[in-house]
C-alpha cells in the first residue's frame, strides 16, 4: 500500500493567483492590477476594519461562530440552527466533502466548475463527474439526466465561477424536479450580491428545499478574503452534521467580529457595486470594439474565450509583463479561456491599454 493514495498523488495543488509584491518584485514594476482572484479592488469593508481595531480577547478561544450565526440568523429571518460559519465557504465545502461523501459515492457537476470545489471533491478519491456547458451556461437538463443512483452532491456555482453566467429560479426549480432527496446540491453563491439585483436571478434564501444548502462568502463584495470568512444556510439536519465535522474554533475571533459589523456596512456594499457595474462596461465595451466577446457576466469578473491555448498563455505572461494580473483558466480546465475581474477605474484602463497594445496597431485591432 503506498504512503499516499493515488488520488492524492495526481492531485493539482490549487495555485491562488500571484501576488502584486511578487509581481512587482519579479518585473521591476511600481504599479501592478492584480485582476486574477475577484477579490474587492476598494479594499476591505471600512466598518470591518473600524470592528478590528477595538480590543480582541485573542487569548480566548472563539465560540465556533456563534455570534455570527444568531446575526445572519436574525438578519435573514431563520433560526440559528439553519446558520453555518466557519474559514471560508471553502472550509464549508470541505465539510460537506467529509461529512456526506462515502467511497462508492460519486459528485457531479459541470465541466471546468470552480477550482476550488474540484480540488476539495478530487482530494475525497469518489467518481466525480461532469457534462459541458451550453454556450457557457450550466446545461442544467444535461446534468439532471446524469444522475445515477450513485450520485450524492452535486455542485453548482450561481453566478457560475469561471464564466460568470446565473441561472433563474424556473430553470432551477424544474431541475430540482428530476433530483431525488438523497442528492444533496450544493449552491455555492459566492457572487449573489453582484446578482442579486438582475430580474431573473434567484434569491435562494427563499427556497425550502430539505437538500440543498447555500453558501455565500465575505471574501468578494465585503472584501474581507483575507480573513477567511464564509457562512451556509442549510435544513438543521444538514447544518447539524456538518457541525460535527466542522473545525471547531472557526472562524477566528477577528474574523467573526468583521463579518458581523461588514453586514452592516449598506453604504461600501453599494459603492463596490457601483464600481463593478461600471467596470463590466467599460471592460465589455473596450473589448468588443478590439473584437473580443467577453461570456455576458452577472459577477465581479469577465471569461473571455480565445483562440486557442497558445493565446491564453501568451495573452496571460503578455498583461503580467505590464503589470496586470489575470487568471488564466488551463487548471479549470478550459485551455483557452482567461478570466479578468473589475478593478480599481484606473485598474481597468490599465488592462484595457495593454490589451490594445497586444491587439491593436494604429487603430485596427487584428481580432
Ligand atoms: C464560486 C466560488 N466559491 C467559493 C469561493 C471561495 O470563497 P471563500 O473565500 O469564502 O472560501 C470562491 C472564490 O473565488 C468562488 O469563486
Redesign the pocket.
Known amino acids: 500500500m503506498p504512503l499516499v493514495p493515488p488520488y492524492i498523488e495526481s492531485l493539482r495543488p490549487y495555485e491562488p493567483g500571484r501576488s502584486i509584491a511578487e509581481v512587482q518584485r519579479t518585473y521591476g514594476l511600481t504599479r501592478v492590477a492584480k485582476l486574477a482572484?475577484?477579490e474587492n479592488p476598494l479594499g476591505p469593508s471600512p466598518l470591518a476594519l473600524e470592528a478590528l481595531r477595538r480590543p480582541l480577547a485573542l487569548n480566548y478561544y472563539p465560540n465556533g461562530g456563534l455570534d455570527l450565526r444568531e446575526r445572519l440568523a436574525y438578519g435573514f429571518d431563520l433560526k440559528v440552527s439553519n446558520v453555518i460559519a466557519a474559514s471560508?465557504?471553502?472550509?464549508i465545502m470541505s465539510g460537506i466533502i467529509r461529512a456526506f461523501l462515502c467511497d462508492d459515492d460519486e459528485v457531479l457537476t459541470t465541466d471546468a466548475a470552480?477550482i476550488?470545489f474540484q480540488v476539495l471533491a478530487r482530494s475525497r478519491g469518489v467518481a466525480y463527474r461532469t457534462v459541458p456547458y451550453r454556450d457557457w451556461q450550466y446545461d442544467l437538463q444535461a446534468l439532471a439526466s446524469a444522475i445515477t443512483e450513485k450520485t450524492k452532491i452535486i455542485y453548482l456555482?450561481n453566478p457560475n465561477?469561471p464564466t460568470g453566467t446565473i441561472f433563474s429560479k424556473t430553470d432551477f426549480d424544474a431541475f430540482y424536479a428530476h433530483v431525488p432527496e438523497r442528492v444533496l446540491i450544493i449552491l455555492?453563491e459566492?457572487?449573489f450580491e453582484y446578482a442579486k439585483d438582475t430580474p431573473r436571478y434567484p434569491d435562494s434564501m427563499h427556497y425550502r428545499y430539505d437538500n440543498v444548502i447555500t453558501?455565500r462568502?465575505f471574501?468578494k463584495i465585503y472584501g474581507l478574503?483575507g480573513l477567511?470568512v464564509?457562512y451556509g444556510f442549510a435544513h438543521e439536519e444538514l447544518i447539524k452534521n456538518l457541525l460535527k465535522v466542522k473545525l471547531p474554533f472557526e472562524p477566528s475571533e477577528p474574523a467573526q467580529r468583521a463579518a458581523i459589523a461588514a453586514l452592516d456596512d449598506h453604504e461600501f456594499v453599494h459603492r463596490a457595486l457601483e464600481l463593478n457595474a461600471r467596470g463590466l462596461r467599460q471592460i465589455n465595451t473596450a473589448l468588443k470594439q478590439m473584437g473580443i466577446d467577453a461570456v455576458p457576466s452577472s459577477a465581479n469578473f469577465v471569461m473571455l474565450p480565445l483562440e486557442s491555448a497558445n493565446e491564453a498563455s501568451w495573452l496571460t505572461d503578455e498583461l503580467l509583463q505590464r503589470g496586470v494580473i489575470i487568471r488564466p483558466l488551463a487548471s479549470f480546465g478550459l485551455p483557452n479561456c482567461v478570466r479578468v475581474s473589475t478593478g480599481t477605474d484606473e485598474d481597468n484602463q490599465m488592462f484595457l491599454d495593454a490589451m490594445e497594445v497586444l491587439y491593436c496597431k494604429e487603430g485596427i485591432c487584428r481580432r
Open positions: 482572484s475577484n471560508g465557504s471553502d472550509s470552480f476550488g456555482a465561477n455555492d459566492a457572487y453558501l462568502t471574501s478574503a477567511r464564509g
